[in-house]
Nanobody, 122 residues
């Protein structure tokens, strides 16, 4: 099992910044992808950004140029730096970790954090 604990959410004005953190513990595979998803009221959960163990990143078009995902493999911690926040970024943000086998062809586990609320006021 893997445990994910998010922190750093809160209320911020439009144009402001927030930094989310996610600490992972437990059975973390050497090959894994960690990411941030978000879910706004009445909407489906969507990928915000993710990053592989090697550091390859992937972003949703809506956050490119404003958000930066990073990770510290030694600390098993994932970060999301969010700048130039907009009201439409308001959502519950979830940390996600996918474990993979040695060649990334088989996903061996999917884990979610409890979520942290981000609210951007206009």
């Amino acid at each position: 099992q893997v445990q994910l604990v998010e922190s750093g959410g809160g209320l911020v004005q439009a144009g402001g910044s927030l930094r989310l953190s996610c600490a992972a513990s437990g059975m973390i595979a050497s090959n894994n992808v960690m990411g941030w998803y978000r879910q706004a009221p009445g909407k489906q959960r969507e990928l915000v950004a993710d990053v592989t163990t090697a550091g390859s990143t992937n972003y949703a078009d809506s956050v490119k140029g404003r958000f930066t995902v990073s990770r510290d493999n030694a600390k098993n911690t994932l970060y999301l730096q969010m700048n130039s926040l907009k009201p439409e970024d308001t959502a519950v943000y979830y940390c996600n970790l996918n474990n993979y086998n040695y060649n990334y062809r088989v996903r061996t586990g999917v884990y979610w954090g409890q979520g942290t609320q981000v609210t951007v006021s206009s």
